[in-house]
């Protein structure tokens, strides 16, 4: 699972900054093209709900997504890796 910010929700009131246990999320730092300052992700992948969520079934914390006013912020699926053959010339 993957943490995004849809930047076309966001309005930047950086609610999610405050209330995210592991300080995932942190205030921007410049304004997108509708004057938004959305914040940043630090290392999304220590998010409970990046981590567990598919192990468990279910949603481990989510604070944040229930604390955004405008339902701006949601998991995505990742495409599993796949390795992929190399031919090595010698
Ligand atoms: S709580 Fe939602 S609207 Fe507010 S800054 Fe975070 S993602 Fe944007
Ligand atoms: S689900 Fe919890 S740990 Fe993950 S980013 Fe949101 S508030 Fe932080």
């Given at each position: 699972m993957k943490l995004v910010i849809d930047p076309r929700r966001c309005?930047?009131?950086n609610l999610c900054v405050k209330v995210c246990p592991y300080r995932i999320f942190r205030p921007g730092r410049r304004p997108n093209e509708r004057g938004v300052v959305v914040p940043e992700l630090d290392?999304?992948?220590?998010c409970a709900n990046c981590r567990l969520r598919r192990l468990y079934?279910?949603?481990?914390?989510g604070v944040c997504q229930l604390t955004c006013p405008d339902q701006a912020i949601r998991w995505e699926e990742e495409e599993a890796y796949e390795p992929r053959k190399v031919a090595v010339e010698y």
């Open positions: 309005k930047g009131c290392r999304p992948e220590r079934g279910r949603t481990i914390c």
